[in-house]
C-alpha cells in the first residue's frame, strides 16, 4: 500500500532553530547581562544602576535586532575574522596566489 509513495520523516521545528534568549544570540544576550549587572554593582549608586539599566536595554535592543536579521551573524563573524589571513584582495591577470600557513584545516 505505502510502496509507491515516497517515505516521509518530519523534522521538529525546535530541532532546527537557534538558540536565543529575548530574541538575541544566547552567549551576547547573557554577557550583557553580567556586564551590566557588574556595573550595577561596582557603581553602588543610584545613577550607577540607571546606566546599567539604560546599557542593557540599548544592548538587547541592538542584539535583538540582530537576532532578527540573520541568528547566526555572531558565528559567521567570527569565522570571517579567523580566515581573514586566507582571503587576500587578488585582482588582476598577474596576481600572486597567497600560500597557505602550515597549519590549516
Known amino acids: 500500500m505505502t510502496a ?3 517515505r516521509e520523516i518530519l523534522i521538529h521545528q525546535s530541532t532546527n532553530r537557534p538558540n536565543q534568549i529575548l530574541g538575541g544570540d544566547r552567549e551576547l544576550v547573557l554577557v550583557t547581562i553580567l556586564v551590566s549587572v557588574s556595573l550595577a ?3 553602588a549608586t543610584l545613577w550607577g544602576v540607571g546606566l546599567a539599566v539604560g546599557f ?3 544592548s538587547i535592543a541592538i542584539l535583538q535586532r540582530m537576532g532578527k536579521a540573520d541568528p547566526m551573524l555572531r558565528q559567521v563573524y567570527m569565522r570571517h ?3 581573514r589571513p586566507f ?3 587578488k585582482s588582476g591577470v598577474f596576481s600572486q596566489c597567497v600560500p597557505h600557513p602550515s597549519r590549516w584545516r
Open 56 to 58: 542593557w536595554i540599548g
Open 87 to 89: 582571503y587576500a584582495a
Open 41 to 43: 554593582f561596582s557603581l
Open 81 to 83: 575574522i579567523r580566515y
Open 4 to 6: 509507491d509513495r515516497a
